[in-house]
């Protein structure tokens, strides 16, 4: 793990992208972005009481914070700016001039709407806020790229043996809790794309079922089927495939067996389940039962890269966050995502 983050880092360094941090009081928040600027690692916008963020920093003794461009959401040059663009955004959903006036003070919505007026590159919040808090102006402010509907969770998954590769990713174990075959195959290529964005691996994308190639007959087989056909179809330069059981997927002797001629089969470095359901779980088995390191959830889908922290997060989890997300944005610059 520490190598991959290690470039992760290494290409926020060289290129760096400018992250919103609303939560700008908080104390991990502040913490890892001081680490962030003392490192270099990109250009950090704080959200909050300027006044309250210095006072704090000192509490804390850090040393960086002067380095980050603070904003205080209900004072700040810009303020009608984003007011007037989220209007012009969310009129015909009802938007008012009293009502963006408001939610612009608001840091969530704030943020994403820096991001939307190309004053920032992505956001990583949700030390304090819920997913729900988080996701719902990002979905309505900065709306998914172009060609994805859908907005899906991925892990980065650390393995300790090596027997299957040293890094796995998950998905979706965070979003959609009953995709569609359409949804599946848009995360499919979204997960994909996340893999060479911040793994740097070409993608082996196995759509994962209780069944291989036919070996079950059930409308959900049926379902990860299409989703292949029509990921392959929007893709055809990705290497996807399925439907595969996880063993198949996973383990050559099986996939010979169950797969043979498989492009996929036995060397999957990408795995898309079928459900929010089988992602969470899988994930956590993994993680608990074989010690694997997982990081994320990682947004993907989004035109920008915005990040959903747990509650429980550290310093360094906020850290690695900011790492990932400019990475993600590097890849949306240069078409990788």
């Given amino acids: 793990m520490t190598d991959l983050i290690q470039t992760i880092v290494a290409r926020a360094k060289a290129d760096k992208q400018r992250i919103v941090l609303p939560e700008g009081t908080e104390e991990r928040t502040l913490r890892a972005a001081d680490r962030l600027l003392a490192d270099g690692v990109a250009h950090i916008t704080l959200t909050g009481d300027p006044d309250e963020i210095h006072s704090l920093a000192a509490d804390f003794g850090l040393k960086h914070i002067d380095r ?3 904003v205080d959401p209900k004072r700040h040059d810009r303020k009608q700016d984003y007011a007037e663009l989220l209007l012009q955004l969310r009129q015909s959903k009802g938007m008012t001039p009293e009502k963006a006036a408001a939610l612009v003070e608001d840091p969530l919505y704030l943020a994403c709407l820096m991001i939307k007026a190309g004053d920032a590159d992505g956001e990583i919040a949700g030390a304090q806020n819920t997913t729900g808090d988080v996701l719902r102006p990002a979905l309505q402010i900065i709306r998914t790229v172009p060609g994805i509907s859908c907005v899906s969770g991925a892990f980065l998954m650390f393995l300790k043996d090596g027997a299957y590769g040293d890094v796995l990713v998950f998905a979706d174990c965070a979003v959609l809790p009953e995709p569609t075959a359409s949804e599946l195959a848009q995360i499919a290529v979204s997960t994909a794309q996340t893999a060479q964005a911040l793994v740097g691996v070409e993608p082996r994308v196995a759509m994962l079922s209780f069944s291989t190639k036919g070996s079950a007959s059930h409308e959900r087989v049926d379902r990860v089927a299409e989703a292949t056909r029509l990921a392959r179809k929007m893709r055809p330069d990705l ?39 089988a992602g969470n779980i899988g994930y956590k088995l993994v993680q608990r039962l074989a010690g694997a390191e997982a990081v994320g959830p990682i947004l993907q889908g989004l035109a920008a890269p915005v990040n959903d922290l747990s509650r429980g997060c550290s310093t360094d989890d906020i850290y690695k966050m900011v790492a990932i997300a400019c990475n993600q944005a590097i890849g949306l610059k240069n078409n990788y995502i």
């Avoid at 383990?251 to 036995?266: T, W």
Wanted: proline share 5%.
């Fill in 68 to 70: 980050a461009t603070v």
């Fill in 239 to 277: 290497t996807i495939d399925g439907e595969l059981q996880a063993d198949a997927a996973l383990v050559e002797s099986v996939a010979r067996k169950k797969a043979p001629g498989s492009e996929v089969a036995g060397r999957a470095n990408v795995l898309v389940f079928p459900s929010l359901e």
